[in-house]
């Protein structure tokens, strides 16, 4: 099983990225979907998560009406779109799925990771 994030890059303050993650591998009959992000020096945190429905979404406090989590045209695939990014969003965004319908903000229940792509908002 992989996932595969991508959409990284480097952006001034205020600007936005479209970050994309599709899994592959294996025949998923449910999954839920997340995005989470570490930055220099510090833990991995959560930013985002959907379930299998799409219909529920959650979001990080300091991301919350910046960001928008939504289902691909494959059900085994996620994007985020971030908005008026801050500097202090620079990480690297992980992309991560469980074999379940509800979503967790919760490292830990994610079975399955990507590698990360590398966000870099300067100011």
């Known amino acids: 099983v992989q996932l595969q994030a991508f959409g990284g890059g480097l952006v001034q303050a205020g600007g936005f990225l479209r970050l994309s993650c599709a899994a592959s591998?294996?025949?998923?009959?449910?999954?839920?979907m997340g995005w989470f992000r570490q930055a220099p020096g510090k833990e991995r945190e959560f930013v985002s998560g959907i379930t299998w429905s799409g219909t529920s979404t959650y979001y990080a406090d300091s991301v919350k009406g910046r960001f928008t989590i939504s289902r691909g045209s494959a059900k085994n695939s996620v994007c985020l779109q971030t908005n008026s990014l801050k500097p202090e969003d620079t990480a690297v965004y992980y992309c991560?799925?469980?074999?379940?319908?509800?979503?967790?903000?919760?490292?830990?229940?994610?079975?399955?990771w990507g590698q990360g792509t590398l966000v870099t908002v300067s100011s």
């Open positions: 591998g294996s025949s998923f009959s449910i999954n839920a």
């Open positions: 991560a799925l469980r074999e379940l319908t509800t979503a967790s903000t919760r490292e830990y229940d994610y079975k399955y």
